[in-house]
């Protein structure tokens, strides 16, 4: 019993909430994904039917439960790895992550997207961005619990912090993928911000940051298309991507209160692109209305105030800062993602966290998620712990603005 307990000493709640948004998109997929997965698997069937040799409705079901079963070993595997690994090893996987999304700009396939951002390995498609946002946190904990006493100079704090985003950033620019160059933005700030920034000199990056969005939007045609897009929703239009955001306000809306039941969704056939990936949750809320896709609005609430709760109770300035990154990407990445979807925001071509069809975002969102819980185990060591009282002088220091890394 006392073993059992023991494995379990971690966060049951934000893992629950995480188990429930990954049955969730399990469903989903299976439910959403059948015109897709008949594209794929009989492009050149004129009238395909489920019942017709060669068709498989359930291609996306199946490719999606391979993905998620190695997403779930990579979470087991780094649910053992201590934060001293991912200290460690920090510098590693940054350069590692910077090589490869440059590699990307040579060999990367877009798969009929704008962004080009796929590697394509083994038959398996990879995309780096996605590991970029893991990578930029652990390197950015390691940097930021190191560098404590500097992080209020401009010169040896906002100049090497913005040098270290920005080289990260920038090659994903050059690969159209403005959604995770904006989530990484978010973490970034939130992460410098938490370890002790000065105000001003985050004002002065927002404002950085601010001129490079204006500056991308009138010089990138279709990222113009985009904002434009988004400015004329409620318009009679015919360009792509104000038509993507009506479409995805058709699908919410027409879901009613109860939806239409599953696999009953009529846009995800005809009008709704990417609806098992980008656009999964406004088809989902046409299937299943929204007294029931509230209840994923509220898991990814649950799971901010869990993660933001272990990170303040987090052992070590590099845990807190691990927390608070992988904390803000989860909950940022999904909230960016509903906003699309709910036409609140410009098409920006990211996934919903553990939900989206996509292999690359799964693995390493549930790596994250497994370095949160680690963390919480930890947490909840020390807060049951007899010797809880004998150790509080070795995990804090006076009292301040920071911890001990």
């Known amino acids: 019993m006392q073993s059992l ?20 998109g399990l469903i989903m997929i299976t439910s ?41 070993l990579a979470f087991l595997i780094a649910l053992k790895l201590p934060s001293k690994f991912w200290r460690k090893t920090a510098p590693f996987l940054y350069v590692a992550v910077v090589v490869l999304l440059f590699v990307v700009l040579i060999f990367g396939k877009s798969f009929g997207t ?11 498609s990879l995309q780096p961005s996605e590991f970029a946002k893991l990578a930029i946190i652990i390197y950015l904990a390691y940097w930021l619990s190191k560098k404590q006493k500097s992080i209020e100079s401009f010169s040896y704090g906002f100049v090497p912090f913005a040098i270290i985003a920005g080289i990260m950033v920038f090659p994903i620019v050059l690969q159209n993928d403005y959604g995770s160059t904006f989530v990484i933005g978010v ?19 927002v404002l950085l940051a601010f001129l490079a969005t204006v500056i991308i939007v009138a010089a990138v045609p279709h990222v113009r298309e985009r904002f434009a897009g988004f400015t004329r929703v409620n ?29 009953q969704g009529v846009q ?34 649950v799971i901010a105030y869990r993660g933001y709760k272990i ?70 060591y020390y807060e049951n712990s007899s010797n809880r009282w004998r150790d509080r002088r070795s995990r804090h220091t006076k009292p301040g603005r920071y911890r001990r890394a």
Request: net charge neutral.
């Open 311 to 380: 990170a303040n109770r987090a052992q070590s300035t590099f845990d807190m800062l691990l927390a608070i990154g992988i904390t803000t990407w989860l909950v940022s990445q999904a909230f960016t993602n509903i906003a699309v979807n709910t036409a609140l925001a410009p098409v920006t071509g990211i996934t919903l966290p553990f939900i989206s069809y996509g292999g690359s975002s799964l693995v390493a969102s549930l790596i994250a998620v497994a370095i949160l819980l680690h963390i919480s185990e930890n947490t909840n």
């Open 5 to 24: 307990k023991k494995a379990f000493s971690f966060d049951n709640v934000l893992a629950l909430c995480v188990l429930f948004l990954l049955i969730f």
């Open 187 to 205: 973490i970034s700030g939130v992460m410098f911000f938490v370890a002790g920034a000065k105000l001003k000199h985050l004002a002065l990056g």
């Open 235 to 263: 318009e009679e239009c015919l360009e792509d991507y104000c038509w993507q955001s009506q479409q995805a306000n058709i699908a919410v809306g027409s879901g009613g209160l109860w939806g239409k039941g599953l696999t």
């Open 268 to 301: 995800k056939s005809y009008w709704l692109p990417q609806a098992s990936d980008d656009f999964i949750f406004a088809a989902s809320a046409e299937e299943l209305g929204f007294l029931r896709i509230i209840f994923v609005v509220l898991a990814y609430f």
């Open 32 to 72: 959403i994904g059948v015109p897709k997965s008949i594209s794929l698997s009989a492009p050149d069937v004129l009238y395909p039917n489920c019942s017709d040799a060669g068709v498989d409705c359930y291609l996306l079901f199946k490719k999606h439960l391979f993905r998620l079963g190695m997403a779930l």
């Open 114 to 124: 704008i962004a080009t951002n796929w590697l394509v390995i083994f038959n398996t």
